[in-house]
């Protein structure tokens, strides 16, 4: 079974930049799509960013600017460095495979002053 283990999530002020990073262990296949999405309380979990194999990617409107998504195809491993964080960017953010095939616990992300 593909486990998703994520990290590097924590308590920043407004304005700061924290990465996360999920590594991907168990898959007998290559994996297409890796990323991430977040869910705020009282909201629907939304995607923030996604990155195929090849190194396409796709971002939320709200993050766009300010946060990019990268992989290690060979570690199995996605990252998110978010910069430019603001209060609305609170939320549990999840790692994911192919768009929700596989997900990870969850790391909290909590923007405040």
């Known amino acids: 079974q593909v486990q998703l283990v994520e990290s590097g999530g924590g308590l920043v002020q407004p304005g700061g930049s924290l990465r996360l990073s999920c590594a991907a262990s168990g898959s007998p296949f290559l994996i297409n799509v890796m990323g991430w999405y977040r869910q705020a309380p009282g909201k629907q979990r939304e995607l923030v960013a996604a990155?195929?194999?090849?190194?396409?990617?796709n971002y939320a409107d709200s993050v766009k600017g300010r946060f990019t998504i990268s992989r290690d195809n060979a570690k199995n491993t996605v990252y998110l460095r978010m910069n430019s964080l603001k209060p609305e960017d609170t939320a549990v953010y999840y790692c994911?495979?192919?768009?929700?095939?596989?997900w990870g616990q969850g790391t909290q992300v909590t923007v405040s002053s």
């Open positions: 994911t495979l192919d768009y929700g095939v596989s």
């Open positions: 990155i195929s194999s090849g190194g396409r990617t």
